[in-house]
């Protein structure tokens, strides 16, 4: 299995609340991703990374914010929490570009 | 921006037929395109690749899927389907930016039941 882990792997929060999520690494991979999954919506990228500093937004970046000091950290930031938040989320790595991606095993977030 | 539809959010198909699960894409370029499964409760896992190579790719566990750029499509086939098979599976579009930034879009997925 590929070394990636995240961090909580289950979190209920309130609205209003921040909360960040934790993707980590062992494998030294250049391409980090944050996605959320919803039924209905398959999923959604959030934001990613190509490299240390280096970010940019998917298609669902409103209200989360993300930070990668680090290779084998990329950290995702709900500054203030909200019910349309309530989701899994998934952090994924690949080495290369069109190279395998691999997926976190998921951090279910709920926001009462 | 590229972007990616599967046709029909359930398939329902009996143990030991034909499964076929469809893709199209949107691209102004030659994609890299991919078929990602997904059990109940885990992460996904990749079943297949198309890197411009061979047009008709093979994957892991019985899948297949053929590369058509006139029809921008990259359907999902096994010829026979078992119990195990039953999964959610996503179809998926390496979007390349400038600057070596690199991304890869996904569909709304196909769940597959598989009927005994």
Not at chain 1, 31 to 37: D, V
Not at chain 1, 70 to 76: A, N
Not at chain 2, 2 to 10: D, E, F, I, N, P
Not at chain 2, 28 to 41: D, E, G, K
Request: proline fraction near 4%.
């Amino acid at each position: 299995d590929a070394g990636i882990t995240q961090s909580p792997r289950h979190k209920v929060t309130e609205t209003g609340t921040p909360v960040t999520l934790r993707c980590h690494q062992t494998e030294n991979h250049r391409y980090m991703y944050w996605y959320r999954q919803d039924p209905g919506h398959g999923l959604r990228l959030i934001h990613y990374s190509y490299g240390v500093k280096d970010t940019d937004k998917g298609e669902v970046s409103d209200g989360y914010s993300v930070s990668r000091s680090k290779t084998e950290d990329f950290l995702l930031t709900l500054e203030s929490a909200t019910s349309s938040q309530t989701s899994v989320y998934f952090c994924a790595i690949r080495d290369r570009v069109a190279g395998e991606l691999f997926f976190g095993e998921g951090s279910r977030l709920t926001v009462l | 921006a590229q972007s990616v539809t599967q046709l029909g959010s359930h398939v329902s198909v009996s143990e030991g037929a034909l499964v076929l699960l469809r893709c199209n894409y949107s691209s102004s370029v030659p994609p890299y395109l991919f078929w990602y499964v997904q059990y109940p409760n885990q992460g996904l896992q990749l079943l297949l690749k198309y890197t411009s190579a061979a047009t008709l790719v093979k994957g892991i566990n019985g899948f297949e899927a053929e590369f058509k750029k006139s029809e921008t499509s990259f359907h999902l086939t096994k010829p026979s389907a078992h119990m195990s098979d039953a999964a959610e599976y996503f179809c998926a579009v390496s979007d390349l930016r400038q600057g070596g930034s690199e991304k890869l879009v996904f569909g709304k997925g196909t769940k597959l039941t598989v009927n005994p």
